[in-house]
């Protein structure tokens, strides 16, 4: 079983809405915060929604009021629904435990891309 599997990123116009979808392997779902990442080109990999076992959320300021993330236990999925997109939101999104470091597994992504 693949631990981190991504889907739901697209090509979508700037404005508009996208839900990510990321399903994860039960003892990562289940012994960790969760979270979003996302890495544009040229930059490095930042956090930017973060979800509790009990529910509470963190968000960058970044995607604050946006974004949202949520997650459904008896799915093993957390999701991003994203609205209000703009053209800096481009990025490969990842979804990993919280925190990870880069030498840790690491999903494919999704490729969610927001054109002016």
């Known amino acids: 079983q693949v631990p981190l599997v991504e889907s739901g990123g697209a090509l979508v116009q700037a404005g508009g809405s996208l839900r990510l979808s990321c399903v994860v392997s039960g003892r990562i779902f289940s012994d960790n915060p969760l979270g979003w990442y996302r890495q544009a080109p040229g930059k490095q990999r930042e956090l930017i929604a973060t979800i509790f076992s009990g529910g509470s959320t963190n968000y960058a300021d970044s995607v604050k009021g946006r974004f949202t993330i949520s997650r459904s236990n008896a799915k093993n999925t957390v999701y991003l629904q994203m609205n209000s997109l703009k053209p800096d939101d481009t990025a490969v999104y990842y979804c990993?435990?919280?925190?990870?470091?880069?030498?840790?597994?690491w999903g494919q992504g999704t490729q969610v891309t927001v054109s002016s």
């Open positions: 990993n435990k919280v925190p990870s470091t880069s030498y840790e597994y």
